[in-house]
């Protein structure tokens, strides 16, 4: 009997807590807004922007142009790719930027820095660049991709269309109108 009565003073203070009424208090202050984001996943998103030229003979040099209601951030890391070529299949092959090319004059290196507001394409030689041929001045398809900083070093930068399926960048055919795979590279 004093088992029985042992067990059942153990137990009564549970039967009893469940027996009452929880009380809610108010409640409180709204949270600050989520990111919106895609199917799930954060706000953050990369931005494609793609440019059609051909190098000036005087400083070759081209700017690349973000739009104006476009803001690039400190933490941005921005990347150009180069259509580089078609291969038979159609498939574009896009290349990221600087790109060194071995000529009979010597080395010849594509390569790029940025601003706020633009990315520079600009070639560099270790000959006098009057010698470069019209086939690498001319008819370029660049892309400049903005990425998140948050992302930089955990994704392979170099493979385009990884970037491209990691942030979902729509997939656009570059007009290839004037375009001709760049001989010799």
């Not at 491209?164 to 290839?176: I, S, V």
Request: charged letters at 30%; a negative charge.
């Amino acid at each position: 009997m004093k088992r029985f009565l042992l067990y059942t003073l153990l137990v009564l203070p549970f039967i009893i807590q469940s027996c009452t009424e929880t009380v809610i208090g108010p409640q409180g202050p709204a949270g600050l807004d989520g990111r919106d984001g895609v199917d799930g996943r954060d706000g953050d998103e990369a931005f494609v922007f793609e440019y059609e030229f051909s190098f000036n003979r005087n400083d070759y040099r081209e700017f690349l142009e973000l739009p104006e209601d476009f803001t690039l951030l400190e933490s941005d890391v921005a990347l150009v790719y180069f259509l580089w070529e078609v291969d038979d299949n159609g498939r574009e092959i896009w290349r990221l930027l600087p790109q060194t090319v071995f000529t009979p004059e010597g080395t010849l290196q594509f390569n790029f820095d940025h601003t706020r507001v633009d990315a520079s394409v600009f070639l560099e030689a270790n000959f006098n660049l009057d010698l470069v041929g019209n086939n690498l001045l001319d008819d370029w398809i660049a892309r400049l991709v903005v990425i998140p900083g948050e992302f930089e070093g955990r994704i392979d930068y170099s493979d385009y269309d990884a970037i491209k399926e990691q942030f979902q960048l729509e997939d656009t055919k570059a007009d290839l109108t004037g375009f001709d795979n760049k001989p010799g590279l």
